[in-house]
């Protein structure tokens, strides 16, 4: 009998799946070119195990603008720097004020404190606001000099003793977790009438997860607290300057906006990689960088690792700081070799 009961109740889901699909693609505006879209699943099928090459492959076929039916999600896809400055910095305002968000980024109401996912609006831009003035100015960077310099050795010893130990650095698991549940494919985000399901569970994991981090981050944050009441400490990192605004402008800012300032994902593998533009673009040829203009910071849309716009990461004064010290410490810091049995030409380039 339930057999039978999972079999019907399946073949019904799937009816009503597909009239629901049938329904919310009538008077649907004019897209531009894309594959045509298979009953219920739309396109999904085309997008293979590796999406961001996949798409590349089809704007090949499709053009430069694109449109995907990702389940009950209509996507337009853009494969040019053009196209891509257009979007991104002429029409900014129209295209950055609505975020699409994955179902996994709503555990804890993660987006709803988080520069990356709140849409544009009063919070945002405080939130903004407030990151570009105390953290992330040139200023700000400057005084904290010291306390990075400080990070980069413990990194430099850190790594020495894993070499010692012959261990591999590993990201906390916690972390790890996150990032997994946050790219696996959530049919969620696809079909979200089954929201309320979590047929796969990644809501539910991802929930858990951050909610680790979290605690872990509400440890910190009241350690420091108890720390200053005790003993005045003079402290000045990022930190203590989030709770001083805090303390000045509760109205504003509270520890939910502290604790969601630590995940922010970008990807924008396939602008980068145009062949129109790069010689070569999937060969690693880091000299290809030497002799170009090309900068990081939004104005060169063929070169965008940090995105552009309004929305361009908060962070990219600080990371431009930040990875040509851990980069050239690591390597002068040590003697560096591939494992036991792997030649070079055996390692996988590709991504």
């Known amino acids: 009998m339930d057999y039978y009961t999972l079999v019907f109740g399946s073949i019904f889901s799937l009816i009503f799946l597909y009239i629901l699909a049938k329904l919310s693609s009538r008077g649907t505006k004019k897209l531009p070119p894309g594959p045509s879209p298979w009953p219920i699943i ?16 089809l704007a090949k076929k499709y053009g430069p603008i694109m449109s995907l039916k990702l389940g009950q999600i209509t996507i337009v ?49 405080t939130l903004k606001r407030i990151l570009n003035k105390n953290i992330f100015s040139s200023n700000s960077l400057d005084a904290n000099q010291h306390l990075r310099s400080q990070k980069v050795k413990e990194l430099i010893d850190y790594c020495t ?18 990032i997994d549940e946050m790219g696996n494919p959530n049919l969620v985000d ?16 991802t929930t858990i997860h951050i909610g680790k981090l979290f605690k872990l981050f509400d440890g910190l944050i009241n350690e420091r607290l108890e720390e200053n009441r005790r003993f005045q400490s003079e402290k000045s990192d990022v930190l203590d300057v989030f709770l001083d605004i805090c303390e000045e402008n509760p109205e504003e800012i509270n520890h939910n906006y502290i604790k969601s ?46 995105g552009v716009g309004r929305r ?39 991504e």
Request: hydrophobic share 45%; net charge neutral; proline share 7%.
């Open 42 to 57: 739309g396109n999904l099928h085309v997008l293979g195990a590796k999406p961001h090459t996949s798409l590349a492959n």
């Open 77 to 125: 896809i853009i494969s040019s720097s053009t196209i891509a400055k257009q979007v991104l910095k002429i029409q900014d305002q129209a295209f950055s004020t609505y975020r699409f968000i994955p179902n996994a980024i709503q555990a804890h109401n993660y987006c709803k404190f988080s520069v990356a996912f709140l849409p544009v609006c009063p919070q945002w831009r």
């Open 161 to 178: 003793k894993c070499s010692q130990q012959d261990s591999k650095v590993e990201l906390k698991e916690v972390l790890k977790n996150i």
């Open 190 to 205: 696809f079909f979200p009438i089954l929201e309320k399901i979590d047929l796969q569970g990644i809501r539910r994991r």
């Open 261 to 306: 300032v630590f995940l922010v994902l970008v990807n924008v593998w396939e602008i980068c990689r145009d062949s129109t533009f790069w010689e070569d673009p999937l060969v690693f040829k880091p000299e290809r960088f030497l002799h170009s203009n090309l900068g990081v910071r939004g104005q060169d849309f063929e070169l965008i690792p940090f």
């Open 312 to 350: 361009i990461c908060p962070a990219l004064p600080l990371t431009l700081r930040m990875i040509p010290v851990m980069l050239g410490s690591l390597l002068n810091s040590f003697n560096w070799k591939l494992e036991a049995g792997i030649e070079p030409e055996d390692l996988d380039m590709e």
